[in-house]
Protein backbone atom coordinates (compact mmCIF):
# COMPACT_ATOMS: atom_id res chain seq x y z
CA UNK A 1 0.00 0.00 0.00
CA UNK A 2 1.48 3.52 -0.88
CA UNK A 3 1.46 6.63 0.93
CA UNK A 4 -1.04 9.33 -0.67
CA UNK A 5 0.80 12.12 -1.94
CA UNK A 6 -0.51 15.15 0.88
CA UNK A 7 0.38 18.15 -1.09
CA UNK A 8 -2.99 20.19 -0.88
CA UNK A 9 -2.96 22.72 -4.13
CA UNK A 10 -4.14 26.31 -3.00
CA UNK A 11 -6.72 26.50 -5.98
CA UNK A 12 -8.64 23.59 -4.66
CA UNK A 13 -8.34 24.31 -1.10
CA UNK A 14 -11.79 26.22 -1.54
CA UNK A 15 -13.52 23.72 -3.27
CA UNK A 16 -12.66 20.73 -1.73
CA UNK A 17 -15.62 21.70 0.97
CA UNK A 18 -18.35 22.76 -1.32
CA UNK A 19 -17.48 19.49 -3.05
CA UNK A 20 -17.99 17.80 0.03
CA UNK A 21 -21.09 19.18 1.46
CA UNK A 22 -23.01 19.31 -2.12
CA UNK A 23 -22.01 15.92 -3.20
CA UNK A 24 -23.62 15.67 -6.46
CA UNK A 25 -20.91 16.82 -8.84
CA UNK A 26 -20.88 14.02 -11.66
CA UNK A 27 -19.74 10.73 -10.56
CA UNK A 28 -19.33 11.22 -7.09
CA UNK A 29 -20.54 8.56 -4.83
CA UNK A 30 -22.90 9.94 -2.01
CA UNK A 31 -21.32 9.98 1.52
CA UNK A 32 -23.17 7.93 4.41
CA UNK A 33 -25.19 10.87 5.60
CA UNK A 34 -25.83 12.12 9.68
CA UNK A 35 -28.18 14.62 10.22
CA UNK A 36 -27.88 15.24 13.83
CA UNK A 37 -24.00 15.15 13.83
CA UNK A 38 -22.59 18.37 13.67
CA UNK A 39 -21.87 20.51 10.39
CA UNK A 40 -18.19 20.22 10.96
CA UNK A 41 -18.49 16.74 11.92
CA UNK A 42 -20.67 16.03 8.86
CA UNK A 43 -17.89 17.83 6.52
CA UNK A 44 -14.92 15.67 8.03
CA UNK A 45 -16.89 12.89 7.41
CA UNK A 46 -17.45 13.56 4.19
CA UNK A 47 -13.77 14.82 3.03
CA UNK A 48 -12.27 11.30 4.28
CA UNK A 49 -15.02 9.46 2.64
CA UNK A 50 -14.15 11.26 -0.39
CA UNK A 51 -10.51 10.76 0.17
CA UNK A 52 -10.99 6.75 0.82
CA UNK A 53 -13.37 6.45 -2.42
CA UNK A 54 -11.42 8.77 -4.92
CA UNK A 55 -10.62 5.67 -6.95
CA UNK A 56 -14.61 5.40 -7.20
CA UNK A 57 -15.50 8.49 -7.70
CA UNK A 58 -12.90 8.87 -10.53
CA UNK A 59 -13.87 6.01 -12.32
CA UNK A 60 -17.14 7.10 -12.45
CA UNK A 61 -16.58 9.93 -13.68
CA UNK A 62 -15.00 8.26 -16.24
CA UNK A 63 -17.71 6.00 -16.99
CA UNK A 64 -20.21 9.05 -17.12
CA UNK A 65 -17.96 10.60 -19.77
CA UNK A 66 -17.45 7.53 -21.87
CA UNK A 67 -21.19 7.22 -22.23
CA UNK A 68 -21.72 11.07 -22.76
CA UNK A 69 -18.89 10.52 -26.39
CA UNK A 70 -21.39 7.53 -27.06
CA UNK A 71 -24.28 9.92 -26.36
CA UNK A 72 -23.13 12.52 -29.01
CA UNK A 73 -21.82 10.41 -31.30
CA UNK A 74 -25.85 8.87 -31.34
CA UNK A 75 -26.71 12.36 -31.84
CA UNK A 76 -24.47 13.35 -34.58
CA UNK A 77 -25.29 10.53 -36.11
CA UNK A 78 -29.44 11.36 -36.02
CA UNK A 79 -28.60 15.50 -37.00
CA UNK A 80 -26.92 13.68 -40.10
CA UNK A 81 -29.87 11.45 -40.62
CA UNK A 82 -32.79 13.78 -39.75
CA UNK A 83 -31.22 17.20 -41.62
CA UNK A 84 -30.90 14.73 -44.64
CA UNK A 85 -35.14 13.89 -43.68
CA UNK A 86 -35.64 17.51 -42.72
CA UNK A 87 -34.54 18.44 -46.64
CA UNK A 88 -36.53 15.97 -48.14
CA UNK A 89 -39.71 16.79 -46.78
CA UNK A 90 -38.61 20.84 -47.28
CA UNK A 91 -38.36 19.77 -51.51
CA UNK A 92 -41.77 17.55 -50.97
CA UNK A 93 -43.50 20.54 -49.09
CA UNK A 94 -42.57 23.21 -52.13
CA UNK A 95 -43.02 20.41 -54.62
CA UNK A 96 -46.62 19.99 -52.95
CA UNK A 97 -46.91 23.82 -52.74
CA UNK A 98 -46.49 24.17 -56.21
CA UNK A 99 -49.13 21.08 -56.62
CA UNK A 100 -51.92 22.88 -54.74
CA UNK A 101 -51.66 26.44 -56.58
CA UNK A 102 -51.19 24.52 -59.83
CA UNK A 103 -55.20 22.65 -59.08
CA UNK A 104 -56.17 25.52 -57.50
CA UNK A 105 -55.89 27.40 -60.59
CA UNK A 106 -56.87 24.71 -62.98
CA UNK A 107 -59.95 24.49 -60.59
CA UNK A 108 -60.76 27.82 -60.90
CA UNK A 109 -60.45 27.84 -64.78
CA UNK A 110 -62.54 24.55 -65.24
CA UNK A 111 -65.24 26.54 -62.91
CA UNK A 112 -64.74 29.58 -65.21
CA UNK A 113 -65.09 27.62 -68.42
CA UNK A 114 -68.17 25.63 -67.30
CA UNK A 115 -70.14 28.96 -66.18
CA UNK A 116 -69.07 30.26 -69.90
CA UNK A 117 -70.15 27.06 -71.22
CA UNK A 118 -73.68 27.13 -69.43
CA UNK A 119 -74.03 30.64 -70.29
CA UNK A 120 -73.80 29.73 -74.33
CA UNK A 121 -76.14 26.81 -73.84
CA UNK A 122 -78.51 29.33 -72.39
CA UNK A 123 -78.33 32.00 -75.44
CA UNK A 124 -78.58 28.87 -77.84
CA UNK A 125 -81.85 28.06 -76.37
CA UNK A 126 -83.42 31.59 -76.52
CA UNK A 127 -82.17 32.64 -79.98
CA UNK A 128 -84.90 32.59 -82.72
CA UNK A 129 -84.70 30.94 -84.92
CA UNK A 130 -83.98 28.02 -83.06
CA UNK A 131 -80.79 25.93 -84.07
CA UNK A 132 -80.88 22.73 -82.73
CA UNK A 133 -77.73 22.12 -83.71
CA UNK A 134 -76.15 24.93 -81.69
CA UNK A 135 -77.76 23.61 -78.95
CA UNK A 136 -76.58 20.31 -79.13
CA UNK A 137 -73.16 21.23 -79.60
CA UNK A 138 -73.72 23.75 -76.76
CA UNK A 139 -74.62 21.10 -74.49
CA UNK A 140 -71.59 18.59 -75.31
CA UNK A 141 -69.57 21.74 -74.61
CA UNK A 142 -71.55 22.08 -71.10
CA UNK A 143 -71.59 18.30 -70.50
CA UNK A 144 -67.45 18.34 -70.90
CA UNK A 145 -66.86 21.77 -68.89
CA UNK A 146 -68.67 19.47 -66.15
CA UNK A 147 -66.63 16.50 -66.32
CA UNK A 148 -63.03 18.46 -66.65
CA UNK A 149 -64.43 20.86 -63.40
CA UNK A 150 -65.26 17.81 -61.80
CA UNK A 151 -61.95 16.70 -62.54
CA UNK A 152 -59.92 19.63 -61.63
CA UNK A 153 -62.10 20.01 -58.21
CA UNK A 154 -60.97 16.46 -57.26
CA UNK A 155 -57.82 17.27 -58.24
CA UNK A 156 -57.51 20.66 -56.14
CA UNK A 157 -58.71 18.36 -53.07
CA UNK A 158 -56.26 15.60 -53.31
CA UNK A 159 -53.57 18.26 -53.94
CA UNK A 160 -54.51 20.01 -50.89
CA UNK A 161 -54.24 17.00 -49.08
CA UNK A 162 -50.93 16.32 -50.14
CA UNK A 163 -50.03 19.41 -49.23
CA UNK A 164 -51.30 19.09 -45.50
CA UNK A 165 -49.47 15.97 -45.26
CA UNK A 166 -46.44 17.08 -46.76
CA UNK A 167 -46.58 20.35 -43.98
CA UNK A 168 -47.11 18.06 -41.33
CA UNK A 169 -44.09 15.80 -42.51
CA UNK A 170 -42.00 19.27 -42.92
CA UNK A 171 -42.66 20.42 -39.25
CA UNK A 172 -42.25 16.22 -38.04
CA UNK A 173 -39.01 16.62 -39.85
CA UNK A 174 -37.75 20.29 -38.50
CA UNK A 175 -38.75 19.21 -35.01
CA UNK A 176 -37.17 16.25 -35.28
CA UNK A 177 -33.72 17.82 -36.30
CA UNK A 178 -34.70 20.20 -33.15
CA UNK A 179 -34.21 17.50 -30.63
CA UNK A 180 -31.27 15.99 -32.11
CA UNK A 181 -29.71 19.88 -31.77
CA UNK A 182 -30.84 19.85 -28.41
CA UNK A 183 -29.80 16.52 -27.37
CA UNK A 184 -26.37 17.39 -28.62
CA UNK A 185 -26.22 20.13 -27.05
CA UNK A 186 -27.11 18.95 -23.67
CA UNK A 187 -24.00 16.27 -24.10
CA UNK A 188 -21.91 18.69 -25.12
CA UNK A 189 -22.40 20.66 -22.39
CA UNK A 190 -22.16 17.64 -20.31
CA UNK A 191 -19.06 16.62 -21.23
CA UNK A 192 -17.52 19.34 -20.83
CA UNK A 193 -18.91 19.66 -17.15
CA UNK A 194 -17.59 15.98 -16.94
CA UNK A 195 -14.11 16.79 -18.52
CA UNK A 196 -13.99 20.09 -15.88
CA UNK A 197 -15.15 17.39 -13.15
CA UNK A 198 -12.14 15.17 -13.84
CA UNK A 199 -9.66 17.94 -14.19
CA UNK A 200 -10.53 19.70 -10.91
CA UNK A 201 -11.27 16.72 -9.10
CA UNK A 202 -9.06 17.11 -5.49
CA UNK A 203 -6.62 14.35 -4.76
CA UNK A 204 -7.20 11.49 -2.18
CA UNK A 205 -4.46 13.52 -0.27
CA UNK A 206 -6.25 16.67 -0.48
CA UNK A 207 -9.13 15.40 1.01
CA UNK A 208 -7.65 14.25 3.65
CA UNK A 209 -5.29 17.25 4.50
CA UNK A 210 -8.76 19.42 4.19
CA UNK A 211 -10.50 17.08 6.99
CA UNK A 212 -7.28 17.53 9.12
CA UNK A 213 -7.41 20.81 9.37
CA UNK A 214 -10.79 20.36 10.66
CA UNK A 215 -10.11 17.98 13.11
CA UNK A 216 -9.74 20.29 16.33
CA UNK A 217 -13.04 22.29 15.85
CA UNK A 218 -14.89 18.50 15.12
CA UNK A 219 -13.51 17.65 18.46
CA UNK A 220 -15.08 21.04 20.35
CA UNK A 221 -18.13 20.73 18.17
CA UNK A 222 -19.14 17.03 18.83
CA UNK A 223 -17.96 17.04 22.95
CA UNK A 224 -20.86 19.25 24.22
CA UNK A 225 -23.27 17.34 21.94
CA UNK A 226 -22.46 13.85 22.52
CA UNK A 227 -24.18 10.98 23.13
CA UNK A 228 -23.68 7.11 23.26
CA UNK A 229 -26.17 6.82 20.65
CA UNK A 230 -23.65 9.00 18.67
CA UNK A 231 -21.66 5.89 18.73
CA UNK A 232 -21.41 2.47 16.07
CA UNK A 233 -19.15 -0.45 16.40
CA UNK A 234 -17.01 -1.36 13.80
CA UNK A 235 -15.41 -5.27 13.94
CA UNK A 236 -16.36 -4.36 18.09
CA UNK A 237 -14.85 -1.83 18.71
CA UNK A 238 -17.15 1.17 19.53
CA UNK A 239 -16.25 4.41 17.77
CA UNK A 240 -18.27 7.91 17.11
CA UNK A 241 -20.04 7.45 14.30
CA UNK A 242 -17.88 10.45 12.31
CA UNK A 243 -15.23 8.25 12.05
CA UNK A 244 -16.86 5.21 11.20
CA UNK A 245 -15.97 4.64 8.05
CA UNK A 246 -12.64 5.72 7.86
CA UNK A 247 -11.81 3.49 10.73
CA UNK A 248 -13.31 0.32 8.99
CA UNK A 249 -11.53 1.14 5.38
CA UNK A 250 -8.03 1.65 7.67
CA UNK A 251 -9.01 -1.34 9.43
CA UNK A 252 -9.36 -3.40 6.08
CA UNK A 253 -6.87 -1.82 4.88
CA UNK A 254 -4.05 -3.00 7.38
CA UNK A 255 -5.58 -6.64 7.01
CA UNK A 256 -5.18 -6.54 3.65
CA UNK A 257 -1.30 -5.33 3.98
CA UNK A 258 -1.13 -8.64 6.56
CA UNK A 259 -1.33 -6.01 9.72
CA UNK A 260 -4.16 -7.44 11.98
CA UNK A 261 -5.19 -4.44 14.34
CA UNK A 262 -8.44 -3.78 17.06
CA UNK A 263 -8.43 -1.75 19.55
CA UNK A 264 -10.83 -0.02 22.03
CA UNK A 265 -12.57 2.83 21.13
CA UNK A 266 -15.67 4.63 23.01
CA UNK A 267 -15.63 4.53 27.47
CA UNK A 268 -17.79 6.40 29.26
CA UNK A 269 -16.35 9.16 31.88
CA UNK A 270 -17.06 6.50 34.33
CA UNK A 271 -14.09 4.41 33.18
CA UNK A 272 -12.21 7.21 32.44
CA UNK A 273 -12.04 8.00 36.21
CA UNK A 274 -11.82 4.25 36.95
CA UNK A 275 -8.51 4.02 35.12
CA UNK A 276 -7.13 7.51 36.41
CA UNK A 277 -6.88 5.70 39.63
CA UNK A 278 -6.29 2.19 38.73
CA UNK A 279 -3.17 4.27 36.85
CA UNK A 280 -2.29 5.64 40.05
CA UNK A 281 -3.07 9.35 39.10
CA UNK A 282 -2.44 12.03 41.62
CA UNK A 283 -5.58 13.02 41.54
CA UNK A 284 -8.04 12.16 39.25
CA UNK A 285 -9.75 15.79 38.19
CA UNK A 286 -6.57 17.57 38.21
CA UNK A 287 -3.33 15.42 37.82
CA UNK A 288 -1.49 16.03 34.73
CA UNK A 289 -2.16 12.89 32.08
CA UNK A 290 1.49 12.35 31.97
CA UNK A 291 2.39 12.23 35.78
CA UNK A 292 -0.21 9.10 35.87
CA UNK A 293 1.79 5.12 35.38
CA UNK A 294 -0.35 5.13 32.10
CA UNK A 295 -0.88 8.37 30.45
CA UNK A 296 -4.45 8.77 30.93
CA UNK A 297 -6.77 12.01 30.36
CA UNK A 298 -8.36 13.93 33.00
CA UNK A 299 -12.28 12.84 32.74
CA UNK A 300 -13.87 14.82 30.76
CA UNK A 301 -11.20 15.56 28.49
CA UNK A 302 -9.97 12.18 26.62
CA UNK A 303 -10.83 11.69 22.83
CA UNK A 304 -12.03 8.20 24.08
CA UNK A 305 -15.43 9.54 25.80
CA UNK A 306 -16.70 10.78 22.61
CA UNK A 307 -15.43 7.70 20.46
CA UNK A 308 -12.82 9.53 18.66
CA UNK A 309 -10.27 8.37 19.52
CA UNK A 310 -8.94 4.24 19.58
CA UNK A 311 -6.69 2.41 21.77
CA UNK A 312 -4.89 0.10 18.97
CA UNK A 313 -3.84 -3.16 19.46
CA UNK A 314 -2.57 -6.41 17.58
CA UNK A 315 -2.60 -9.71 17.68
CA UNK A 316 -4.56 -9.28 21.24
CA UNK A 317 -2.14 -6.73 22.69
CA UNK A 318 -1.46 -3.49 22.99
CA UNK A 319 0.96 -2.34 19.95
CA UNK A 320 4.68 -0.42 20.74
CA UNK A 321 6.36 1.62 18.74
CA UNK A 322 8.35 -1.13 18.08
CA UNK A 323 5.21 -3.41 16.33
CA UNK A 324 4.69 -3.63 12.94
CA UNK A 325 1.10 -2.41 13.49
CA UNK A 326 2.88 1.09 14.43
CA UNK A 327 4.74 1.10 11.78
CA UNK A 328 2.35 0.32 9.33
CA UNK A 329 -0.14 2.93 11.29
CA UNK A 330 2.73 6.07 10.88
CA UNK A 331 2.70 5.49 7.36
CA UNK A 332 -0.51 5.22 6.58
CA UNK A 333 -2.59 6.40 9.52
CA UNK A 334 -3.49 9.73 8.06
CA UNK A 335 -4.73 8.92 5.24
CA UNK A 336 -7.82 8.01 6.71
CA UNK A 337 -7.97 10.68 9.35
CA UNK A 338 -5.99 9.13 12.55
CA UNK A 339 -3.49 10.79 13.91
CA UNK A 340 -0.79 9.93 16.92
CA UNK A 341 -0.44 10.80 20.40
CA UNK A 342 3.73 10.62 20.72
CA UNK A 343 3.34 10.04 24.19
CA UNK A 344 1.64 6.77 23.78
CA UNK A 345 2.41 4.66 20.44
CA UNK A 346 -1.09 3.04 20.77
CA UNK A 347 -3.19 6.05 20.83
CA UNK A 348 -4.75 7.12 17.88
CA UNK A 349 -7.36 9.93 16.83
CA UNK A 350 -8.31 12.31 14.41
CA UNK A 351 -6.44 15.28 16.27
CA UNK A 352 -3.70 13.50 18.04
CA UNK A 353 -4.51 14.18 21.32
Avoid at 42 to 63: E, F, N, P
Avoid at 168 to 193: C, D, F, P, V
Avoid at 304 to 333: M, R
Wanted: charge should be positive; aromatic fraction near 6%; charged fraction near 20%.
Amino acid sequence: MTTRQRTLPKSAAAAIIALAAAGTAIGLPAAPARAEAPKIASSWSSLMYRSLTHDVQLQAMKTSLSGQKVAIAAWNTEIALAGRAQRGTRAALATATTADTTAKNRYSAARTALSAAKQRLAAASKQKPRSNSAITRARKAVATATKTTTLRRNQAQRAATALVTAGRESRGAIARLNRANAGLAYETAAIQKTRTAIATLPTAAAYAAQAATLSKDVVDQVRPTFKITDTTQVYGVTVNRVVAFAFKRMIDAAQADGVPMSGGGFRTTQRQIELRKINGCPDVWTAPSSSCRVPTAIPGRSLHEIGLAVDISSGGKTISSKTPAFKWLTLHAKEYGFVNFPAEAWHWSISGN
